[in-house]
């Protein structure tokens, strides 16, 4: 019972220090990968870089400890990340306070909805994403999250559009019209060190190598280059106009967010004292106030974009005092630094006293030492239940990412898995993790692959793993300001190349052209959908079930008839003849309410087709269920058989099928003696009485009738 409870007590069965080195070395390498590819996973997720870490110190070690597998390794992962981002977006600005309580709020969703599946046993919930349209889904995911990061690689910030194409389109024309150059080269040097590692030397840790050679050279070339100014500095009467322009437009936002909120209790009391004419009235402020919010976002956006767009040179005077002119307007003779100044501007009001201006490259910036404070997260029903279906879809998704990483792992260990503790090791470490300021969390496979590579043999290395990033949380926070925001571009995009599969494309549709189609429609919808991935999902889920819906109504119904390898196949299929006298029909399905009726139209078609008919058999070795339905459909069938003169006999009816029929007294009706236990056992005994006076001299089923006796 201990160790149902607490699986990782099995660790320790003939644990010694050998085993306890291997784990240490491998949670320390593990570590040195998940530190700064966290970072990078956060800032997908729209949160601050350090919120990687701090999802990365709690949840590796608790999905380890109540977990099946011993090499899974757990933490921020891309496509989980995406997902995050994309329900989140809806609700708050990213980064911003509300967002990161958001984002803590959908990791404890997650971890309820991951560990009440577990309990439950009802791990195979998860069968409902099928492989096509998760292949779909991952390979689209692959693209989004890597030209998500476009612009973070050529150092431009754009607004995002109602579709995630939109905004790669802008991002380029922003590209366009100005890249940071050394934004782009220090990315690109870093995708080159990851890249080249890989290849030649696989055991070293790119990722930090990578991270550590580009965070120097951002400290040895002051990559990181700002400055304050008061907006007197610059000299651009149009750039002044849309500054003061923006600040009214979000200035004008706040009064009428705080109006809204009274006009949304007033709402409320209408509905309590059901006062209809209140409710209309308190519902059409309530859309007023909303058009004029819509409208004063619109016109920031706007704005935002201009004053973003502005590209100034900066004039140095005796005392170090700056002035900034557009671009290509400097005044003869001025000093200048040779650099491109930008404007840095967000949602919030431009402090007219101290503009900051953009010289160089964005960096992670101050990461906060030491543990985050360990509290439990607020709850907001209105936000929970907008996040309710993203928490699904993130915990399913985030399970089979996991689990199928597990088994891949477990099938070189030999190590049993219990995919019903994985979910309670899953929804424990995002539940917990939250408590942390977690956000949601999965088994990643580049990670769990480098844990089983370096040696790992108990869950014990993800343990270390979590240690060495609260020691880095204590100590080493310093060191990471000046990595480059680029290079956390460039590891995602790193990492999501491996998610492309286009293989998966083409062996889904060898396998059958519908899952094909499913899988290529799942990759368009959610390309076209992003950022709202769910869509992309429900619309392959849809199809699936669809199909399978489809599939249970008109099942396979074969005539049956003999091949020349002696064996009974479907006629329709190898231009088989057939027996003038007596049809073989195989049902390929349960028979219930959804295709009762269709089997019954195929039996008719029979009797209607073949004029000399004068025994049917019904193979039923693929009726494996029968409802009241189908038992219902069999009874009418033998009456309609009979009484136009012709026989029916069943073979190969299974236990549970035998239990209905004889619950039903339908088992008197049939007969005993047409009901045999095998195909060929019935064919010998029907066959002489269907052709007794007959004229079909060479019939097909002649040597299955010697080969059953």
């Known amino acids: 019972m201990l160790k149902r409870i607490f699986p990782f007590l099995d660790w320790f069965k003939g644990y010694h220090l050998a085993t306890f080195q291997a784990d240490a070395i491998a949670g320390l390498t593990v570590a040195l990968v998940l530190i700064p590819q966290s970072m990078a996973y956060a800032q997908l997720a729209g949160l601050p870089p350090y919120y990687g870490l701090y999802a990365s110190f709690l949840p590796p070690m608790i999905a380890s400890l109540f977990g099946s597998s011993r090499q899974l390794a757990t933490g921020p992962v891309a496509v989980v990340s995406l997902m995050t981002s994309a329900s989140l977006e809806p609700l708050a600005t990213a980064g911003s306070e509300g967002y990161i309580a958001y984002a803590i709020m959908l990791a404890v969703l997650v971890g309820v909805f ?21 292949n779909g889904f991952t390979n689209a995911a692959a693209i989004i999250i890597a030209t998500s990061q476009l612009s973070k690689m050529f150092g431009v910030n754009v607004d ?58 951002s400290w040895g070339m002051g990559f990181e280059h700002d400055a304050k100014v008061p907006l007197s500095a610059i000299q651009h009467p149009e750039t002044l106009e849309r500054i003061r322009k923006f600040n009214e437009a979000v200035n ?89 100044w930008r404007i840095k501007v967000g949602n919030r009001v431009l402090q007219t006293d101290s503009l900051t201006m953009i010289g160089g490259g964005e960096v992670v910036g101050v990461v ?131 998610l492309i599969n286009v293989s998966g494309f083409i062996h889904a549709w060898e396998a059958q052209w519908y899952d094909g189609a499913i899988s290529v429609l799942s990759f368009i919808f959610t390309l076209w959908f992003a950022p709202h991935l769910d869509k992309g999902i429900m619309v392959g889920v849809g199809l699936s079930l669809a199909v399978f819906l489809y599939k249970s109504m008109r099942p396979t119904i074969a005539s049956l008839a003999r091949h020349e390898d002696e064996a009974l196949r479907c006629a329709t299929t190898h231009g088989l003849r057939q027996c003038k006298y007596i049809s073989v029909m195989r049902f390929d399905a349960p028979l219930f309410f959804a295709n009762s009726s269709y089997f019954e139209d195929q039996v008719t078609d029979v009797i209607r087709e073949k004029e000399t008919l004068r025994h049917i058999l019904i193979v039923c070795n693929g009726i494996n269920d029968i409802d009241a339905s189908g038992e219902e459909t069999l009874s009418l069938i033998l009456d309609r058989v009979r009484s136009g003169g012709i026989d029916i006999s069943f073979s190969g009816i299974n236990e549970s099928v035998m239990k209905v029929l004889k619950r039903t007294h339908l088992i008197a009706k049939i007969g005993q003696n047409h009901i045999f236990p095998t195909m060929e056992i019935a064919i010998r005994n029907i066959h002489e009485a269907a052709h007794r006076d007959g004229d079909e001299e060479d019939c097909p089923l002649v040597s299955v009738c010697r080969l059953a006796s």
């Open 160 to 217: 995002n559009a109602p579709h995630h194409y939109e905004t790669v389109y802008k991002v380029i024309q922003e590209a366009i019209h100005y890249t940071h150059w050394p934004t782009f080269f220090l990315g690109a040097l870093a995708f080159t060190i990851m890249y080249g590692l890989k290849k030649i030397a696989p055991k070293v840790p790119n990722v930090l190598v990578a991270v550590a050679i580009t965070t120097l050279i």
């Open 114 to 134: 991951q560990f009440s599946l577990g309990v439950l046993r009802l791990g195979l919930v998860v069968n409902f994403l099928s492989h096509p349209v998760v």
């Open 368 to 498: 906060p030492k030491g543990l985050p404070a360990f509290s439990i997260p607020k709850f907001e029903w209105s936000a929970a239940l907008h996040l309710l279906s993203y928490a699904a879809i993130i915990s399913l998704l985030g399970f089979m990412e996991a689990i199928s990483i597990a088994k891949a792992m477990a099938s070189k260990t030999g190590q049993r898995l219990d995919p019903n503790q994985e979910l309670i090791g899953q929804g424990l470490a995002n539940f917990l993790g939250a408590l942390g300021k977690s956000y949601p969390v999965s088994g990643s496979f580049s990670r769990s692959a480098v844990n089983l590579q370096a040696g790992a043999l108990t869950g014990l290395s993800s343990v270390f793993t979590s240690l060495a990033v609260v020691i880095t949380l204590m100590f080493f926070t310093p060191l990471l300001y000046h990595l480059p925001q680029s290079v956390l571009a460039a590891v995602i995009m790193m990492a999501v190349i491996g």
């Open 252 to 340: 004008g936002l706040k009064p009428l967010a705080e109006k809204r909120t009274v006009v949304s209790k007033d709402i409320e009391k209408a509905n309590a004292a059901h006062d209809a004419v209140a409710l209309l009235k308190a519902e059409h402020e309530d859309k007023l106030i909303q058009l004029e919010s819509e409208g004063l976002k619109q016109e920031a956006q706007q704005y935002r974009q201009q004053i973003r767009a502005a590209l100034f040179e900066a004039s140095i005077g005796p005392d170090g005092s700056m002035t900034f002119y557009p671009k290509g307007n400097l005044p003869q003779g001025a000093k200048t630094d040779g650099r491109i």
